[in-house]
């Protein structure tokens, strides 16, 4: 597609409650990241794809956060038994090559806001 | 943990003036980017700086480096309604606080 697409663009849960974000990124990106943006805050990095493998999970924040991009493509974030403190924006951001940390310019998607009651 | 803090947390400046936002951080980087995003949408990239630049300019936006300070700075000339955002430096892939600029008609 032309840009990165998140979905679904607004997502209330109970607590306790299984939720999944999914991200859709530019046509032919390889690399793939997912963030959490708390209201009035940076984005903070949650997890790293460069194509199908997961290279770098050190910022989800507890095990209750799953991530996949199966066919290195669209990615899904899970997050099992939600908590209040999950509640924020969730970002998803493509990029059209790999190197991990080594960064060129990312491609953002709107975001996922997620609200946990 | 984000490694960028940028300076101030908001501005408030008249249409026209030039606004400036700095960012300092902790590690050594291959580059840094400036990013910006208008309220409740997703970030847009604006510049990336490598290491070894000191100054880049595009369009209205003038970015600076110094890597011996570990700080940055952005500064945006004949500021515009539109440019009213939040703005964000990024080095590797952490992300500051941002700067909240409004810019008043």
């Known amino acids: 597609g032309a840009g990165v697409s998140q979905s679904p663009r607004y997502k209330v849960a109970k607590r306790g409650q299984d939720v999944a974000l999914r991200c859709d990124p530019i046509?032919?990106?390889?690399?793939l990241f997912w963030y959490q943006q708390a209201l009035g805050q940076g984005p903070e990095f949650l997890t790293y794809?460069?194509?199908?493998?997961?290279l770098d999970k050190s910022g989800l924040p507890s095990d209750r956060f799953f991530a996949e991009r199966p066919e290195g493509s669209v990615s899904t974030l899970k997050i099992q038994r939600t908590q209040q403190e999950d509640s924020a924006v969730y970002l998803c951001?493509?990029?059209?090559w790999g190197g991990g940390a080594v960064t060129g310019e990312l491609f953002f998607g709107e975001g996922s806001r997620l609200t946990v009651l | 943990s984000q490694q960028g803090e940028e300076d101030p947390q908001a501005l408030s400046i008249q249409e026209g003036e030039n606004a400036t936002m700095n960012c300092s951080y902790k590690?050594?980087?291959?580059?840094l980017q400036w990013y910006r995003q208008n309220s409740g949408r997703g970030l847009v990239h604006l510049i990336l700086?490598?290491?070894?630049?000191r100054e880049k300019h595009s369009g209205r936006l003038r970015v600076t480096l110094d890597t011996s300070k570990k700080s940055s700075s952005l500064l945006i000339t004949a500021s515009r309604a539109a440019d009213t955002a939040s703005y964000f430096c990024?080095?590797?892939?952490?992300f500051g606080q941002g700067t909240r600029l409004t810019i008043n008609p």
């Open positions: 794809f460069q194509n199908e493998a997961q």
């Open positions: 990024a080095t590797e892939l952490v």
């Open positions: 046509s032919g990106h390889v690399s």
């Open positions: 700086i490598r290491s070894n630049e």
């Open positions: 590690t050594s980087i291959n580059n």
């Open positions: 951001a493509s990029r059209s």
